[in-house]
């Protein structure tokens, strides 16, 4: 299980952050810090926010727009 610490650590440049609802808590989100995206990431799928039921998927989530990043911008 994944704990919100652990994603903490492994995307550091994310705020990520639990969404409240009437019933409760909500979806997971999270935001890009301080961090323009390019045309060339967008065209590749790269987002500023993004969000997920469970932390996990959340993780999923975030992995993937790292490899999206990575392909957009080799350089960086």
């Known amino acids: 299980m994944t704990t ?4 903490a650590l492994r ?3 994310w705020a990520i952050w639990r969404s409240r609802t009437d019933s409760g808590a909500g979806d997971w989100y999270a935001t890009r810090r301080a961090y323009r995206i390019s045309q060339a990431e967008i ?6 926010t ?3 039921t469970t932390l996990e998927a959340l993780g999923r989530v ?5 490899d999206r990043q990575a392909t957009a911008t080799p350089s960086r």
């Open 50 to 52: 993004v969000t997920a």
């Open 43 to 48: 065209d590749a799928g790269v987002c500023m």
């Open 62 to 66: 975030l992995t993937e727009q790292a």
């Open 11 to 13: 995307f550091p440049g």
């Open 4 to 7: 919100l610490e652990e994603l």
